[in-house]
């Protein structure tokens, strides 16, 4: 069974940086694609970033040239670098398997991301 664990989320002021993790398990990591996604207060789950078995990056708009998706097959880890964060950015980030662009697997619990102004 897939097992994915974000971690690295906090209260940081607007301008300040964060890096997610997500440690997986129970799959053959280095062959999948894999996003982080996001859920702010009231609203439904979008998606920010994916990183393909290649390395192939893929961005949503609001977060193109802030955020930075990369992963260390090593560890079973996926990674999101968030720089120059904004208040709208606040939500909670959780990381899945990708299966033509979309969702695979049961979510984790997520990692609170909020910045204040």
């Known amino acids: ?39 702010a207060p009231g609203k439904e789950r979008e998606f920010v970033a994916s990183i393909s078995n290649g390395g192939r990056t ?14 260390e097959n090593a560890k079973n880890t996926v990674y999101l670098q968030m720089n120059n964060l904004k208040p709208e950015d606040t939500g909670v980030y959780y990381c899945n398997r990708l299966q033509y662009m979309e969702p695979r697997d049961s979510w984790g619990q997520g990692t609170q991301v909020t910045v204040s102004s």
């Open 58 to 71: 893929k961005y949503a708009d609001f977060v193109k040239g802030r955020f930075a998706i990369s992963r």
């Open 1 to 39: 069974q897939v097992q994915l664990v974000e971690s690295g989320g906090g209260l940081v002021q607007a301008g300040g940086s964060l890096r997610l993790s997500c440690a997986v398990s129970g799959i053959i990591f280095s062959v999948y694609t894999m996003g982080w996604y996001r859920q």
